[in-house]
């Protein structure tokens, strides 16, 4: 089966799939990846604005031997750019880390 895909949707699966060892050891985190397990994209609902009680969902869960990881990917094409290396995250995604 082929699968094709683009953004960061396809990008995050590829880089969980593939480069999970990368992912762990750059936030310093020893865990064997083969025993980890990876919600990819589980869905909390979407903002739907202001009013909306809705808060948006991660675009991936690690939980591994030593922590849980909630993530947001972002590729060079996103409209949140870095800034001094740091990518500052809209509202809603802040909200949905605090949640």
Same mark, same amino acid.
């Given at each position: 089966?082929?699968?094709?895909?683009?953004?960061?949707?396809?990008? %995050?699966?590829?880089?969980?799939?593939?480069?999970?060892?990368?992912?762990?050891? %750059?936030?310093?985190?020893? #865990?064997?990846?083969?025993?980890?397990?990876?919600?990819?994209?589980?869905?909390?609902?979407?903002?739907?604005?202001?009013?909306?009680?809705?808060?948006?969902?991660?675009?991936?869960?690690?939980? #591994?031997?030593?922590?849980?990881?909630?993530?947001?990917?972002?590729?060079?094409?996103? #409209?949140?750019?870095?800034?001094?290396?740091?990518?500052?995250?809209?509202?809603?995604?802040?909200?949905?880390?605090?949640?």
């Amino acid at each position: 089966m082929r699968i094709l895909g683009y953004g960061e949707d396809a990008l %995050t699966l590829w880089a969980i799939k593939n480069k999970l060892d990368v992912i762990l050891g %750059t936030v310093g985190d020893l #865990s064997d990846p083969s025993i980890c397990q990876v919600f990819f994209r589980p869905s909390f609902g979407r903002s739907g604005g202001d009013t909306s009680p809705q808060f948006g969902e991660f675009d991936f869960i690690i939980l #591994s031997q030593n922590r849980l990881y909630l993530g947001e990917s972002k590729w060079d094409r996103s #409209s949140q750019r870095l800034k001094d290396g740091v990518l500052e995250l809209r509202a809603e995604q802040k909200r949905r880390h605090e949640i």
